[in-house]
DNA sequence: GGGAATATTCCC
DNA sequence: GGGAATATTCCC
């Protein structure tokens, strides 16, 4: 029966609001992935044992200083996974920059130590929605042209260019099949007439 | 000396392709959620506890008889959470029914007891690329405005179709030459393997 | 690095 | 139920 109610509360919670209705949606609360990635930081400051992971001396950026204790040790505590390189897309995702080629260090301008008002600054990278040259883009307030058509060629366009892409990528592998197909033949075929000397030989100096 | 040609032909055939390179690219493997989803069914039909989530009497379906249980036991053990919301959002996206009031219920033609070969035939709903109706795709051939930017694109796009043919006759090609490949590999194969017997043969007998 | 598919969350 | 944002994975 708790259980049952508990049930109800879960489902039922997903009606109420976040309280964000009235503002510009945008760039107010920061993405809980800067959160997250920011609070991992606070809380590397308080201990002094080995590090992990810091800030960088000037709090301009972080350093993960041990790749593997961190996926293994801390990824898992904020999120979802313990990939390292999932970290790493997410970081990307939101425009920081690896700053360094000796070190796994990590900076992006709103992004500094006792700063964390400026994370509602950060925004992710959108993915461009079409693939479309600028000089096509940016011609487009004179359209007194239907622009449903328009949309609906363009549509059609991108449609075109992913089976495009798609098969590039497919021709690409079948010609890396056949490379491999053409390398077995000859190894076969080299196989084949060595053995048929071998035997040759040994068919000699049995008779 | 047999033995090593064996190894040899092992070594080239060891970097073969995954297989799927002629095929259609679509519905082919299933998606982890249904493959998980489904084991996680099959789990349960071995336990004879009480029962948390099963099949349905005719294997049409299944039940979640333990939400509460359901969410906090069976969900992280196959996913990154423990959201009873998230699995019913994810059963969603792939079309699933709720199939009663009475209890957590749900089906999927494709999504059957036994039928682990059918999950590849389930596919996401696709979020509606636009918001077009139907109707306004097919008027699109009595473009006789000559606004120079559509001509462009018009350009851009019989460009696109026509090297997306050119593409597809290539795939055609390359399919054929790969498939001679294959016929011509076993053919050396069987040559092969049947002078290696040979010899064998001649050898005993000279001996 | 980043595109794109899938998963998870949040909200309507 | 489902749209849409964010997260995670997979792949180039």
């Not at 259980?3 to 760039?27: D, I, K, T």
């Not at 930081?41 to 080995?50: C, K, Q, R, V």
């Not at 590090?51 to 001396?57: C, L, P, Y």
Request: charged residues 25%; proline residues 3%.
């Amino acid at each position: 029966m708790a259980e049952n109610n508990a049930l109800e509360l879960n489902l039922g919670l997903g009606n109420n609001f976040g309280g964000h209705v009235g503002q510009s949606p945008r760039q107010r609360c920061p993405a809980p992935f800067l959160l997250k990635t920011y609070d991992l930081l606070e809380e590397g400051e308080a201990e002094n044992s080995t590090k992990i992971v810091s800030w960088n001396e000037e709090g301009t950026g972080f350093v993960v200083w041990s790749p593997a204790e961190f996926s293994e040790l801390t990824l898992p505590r904020y999120f979802k996974h313990n990939n390292f390189s999932s970290f790493i897309r997410q970081l990307n995702t939101y425009g920081f920059k690896k700053t360094s080629s000796k070190r796994w260090e990590f900076k992006h301008e709103k992004f500094q130590r006792g700063c964390r008002h400026m994370l509602g600054e950060i925004t992710r990278k959108k993915c461009e929605p079409s693939v479309f040259p600028a000089y096509l883009k940016s011609s487009s307030e004179e359209n007194a042209t239907s622009s449903t058509e328009e949309n609906n060629q363009q549509q059609q366009q991108q449609q075109l260019m992913e089976e495009n892409k798609n098969l590039k990528k497919e021709r690409l592998e079948l010609q890396m099949q056949i490379d491999e197909c053409k390398a077995l033949e000859m190894k076969l075929m080299a196989c084949l007439s060595q053995y048929m000397e071998t035997t040759q030989n040994k068919v000699r100096r049995l008779c």
